[in-house]
């Protein structure tokens, strides 16, 4: 629940020691060094920066159709922590700033309905366009909405401002000096708000290919002289994604600048997103595999529209897969199935990677991990309690929790890099040394090879060591000498403005001698003096008091840190790890607008606690 409407109930954070207390200290800023690194001399990326890469604003159809009146402008200021006012009418700002953000409006028809709006004549003299002039000139205005006298009314008036999503798809006759208008607007606004060393912007788009969500955010790393080069490519102009890396390819062979596609949240995909054959239906090659995990070095794990890590069908064995699950674990009202499950989430796709790389000779979903927000009101916003929703009529509102809290309040991504600048943060992206999390600014340091001993885990300069001896997260780890296990060096430290840590847990998926694909999870390091037993690490106690949305801090822990061995590693095995790093319980979204609004008799299928977490980018080993 924002903030800035309201009284925020207090969380209470238990006293740390003088050490964690000077560390947490240290990571207040929104750049986050890296907790026990030394600044000066360091040859490697000594600092996590936070952003977003899927926002969308008024120029978007869909947004707009929607009561979006949120300009790029407006987004990037509120990104940057300055106090704003929402579509809505309410005033909105982020605790803590981010440091990067890309603006990504849907390619199809951007920016049409804010000019139709503002009597743009080639617009207006078309047939859709006369038809949706109207329409909105007369729709109800999204604050009489939010304000409705009750929740009968509410979903009314919010069905009828729903309607204006289909404006998205409409013809407005719109030619190419058109498309290069808006896309030059779009990257004049870049500009204005980049600010190398303090805020980076992207130019960049969303790319909707259906049937169905095979959406790409396309992110450029060039500037000006580089980007009005090209007009976003949209599914108008192919469907295929193939067609995207091929114009993407040829902007950089033509321009000599970087840009890449990040394939956003895989769960609504039905099997698409990371299917065994191309969008075309032939199988994945060599080639294929290769321009793909070159053109997509990253995909989005976590959004608003819920987490693409795993599902309990793909993963049984795992107790926290039925996380932000549209419709829960139920395929039937998750539109999720055995047989879709396997190629629209991220760990089975991982695994699936594997199995084409031993027929195809490449990797094809050879991936690094990302959280963004896909936010439709241009609110940069991963935080529970200061949710401001997917879309404009999801904006704080005492019926939201009723209708909407399949929605969650996710995510980030946390890049490693030397600089906050666009090429610094651009190379992270192509080198995978990213991750995500579902919004907390957790710092998480994952490195595998052979070399780590125990101590290096309490080593004030863990990251020295862990370049030094090894590679860090989004890398690839060779056979040994020997075929010794690899090891893994691994710290994560909490958001020091959030809750503690439970465990942290490492994700290893492997393809056996017989061509079988497995996976494992692993409770490396837990706070409290819970013992391993045989049905595995006894769950954290919840100190969450929905009615009050509070919780404390008085179990968990500040830092959890690690060198890990694979007890099971086979030398001629194929395999990748990952490190998911999960908070104790807090209280959702939902629970703090219960808590402000006064809400009562919630339906017992809404969740009131969520379990934060981050995903670390993987580590592959190959025989």
Known sequence: MPTETRSRPRRRIAPANAIIGVLLTALAGHAQEDAYSPVVRNTFPDTVYWGDTHVHTYLSGDAFGMGNRTTPDTAYRFAKGEEVVSAGGKRARLRRPLDFLMISDHAENVGILPRLMAGDERLLATEDGHKWRKFFTEATPLPEVLNAKDGDTYDVLSAVLMTGKSAWNSDFAIDSAFRREV??????????????????????????????????????????????????????????????????????????????????????????????????????????????????????????????????????????????????????????????????????????????????????????????????????????????????????????????????????????????????????????????????????????????????????????????????????????????PPRFLIRAVKDPDGANLDRVQVIKGWRDGNGALHERIYDVAWSGDRAMGEGGLKDIESTVDVAKATYSNRVGAAELAVVWTDPDFVADEAAFYYVRVLEIPTPRWTAYDAAFYGIEGLPEKVPLLTRERAYSSPIWYTP
């Open 183 to 484: 896309w030059h607007a779009v990257i004049d606004a870049a500009e204005r708000h980049n600010d190398p060393g303090t805020f980076t912007t992207f130019a960049g788009y969303e790319y909707s290919s259906n049937p169905p969500m095979l959406h790409r955010n396309v992110l450029f790393a060039g500037d000006p002289e580089h980007t009005r080069q090209a007009y976003p490519f949209s599914k108008y102009d192919s469907a295929n994604p193939e067609d995207l890396w091929a114009y993407l390819a040829d902007y950089e062979a033509r321009t000599g600048s970087g840009v890449i596609s990040i394939p956003h949240n895989s769960n609504l995909s039905r099997g698409g997103m990371f299917a065994d054959k191309t969008y075309g239906g032939t199988a994945i090659t060599a080639e294929y595999a290769a321009i793909r995990a070159d053109r997509e070095p990253v995909v989005e794990v976590t959004q608003i529209k819920g987490d693409s890590e795993t599902h309990p069908l793909a993963s049984p064995d795992d107790p926290f897969a039925d996380f932000e699950t549209w419709g829960g674990s139920n395929p039937d009202k998750s539109g999720a199935s055995d047989a879709w499950v396997g190629s629209s989430y991220v760990r089975p796709a991982l695994k699936r990677g594997l199995g084409v790389e031993a027929g195809a000779g490449v990797n094809p979903f050879k991936f690094g991990l990302i959280g963004s927000s896909d936010s439709h009101n241009g609110l940069a916003t991963a935080d529970d309690d200061n949710y401001w929703g997917k879309m404009a009529s999801n904006e704080p509102n005492p019926f939201r929790a009723f209708t909407q809290s399949n929605y969650a309040a996710s995510g980030y991504a946390g890049v490693w890099a030397e600089a906050n600048t666009r090429e610094a943060i651009f190379s992270a992206f192509k080198r995978r040394e990213v991750y995500a999390t579902t919004g907390p600014r957790i710092v998480l340091r994952f490195f595998g090879g052979w070399d780590y001993v125990e101590a290096d885990a309490a080593r004030p300069d863990l990251a020295t060591a862990g370049y030094r001896k090894g590679v860090p997260m989004g890398s690839d780890l060779s056979r040994s000498e020997g075929g010794a």
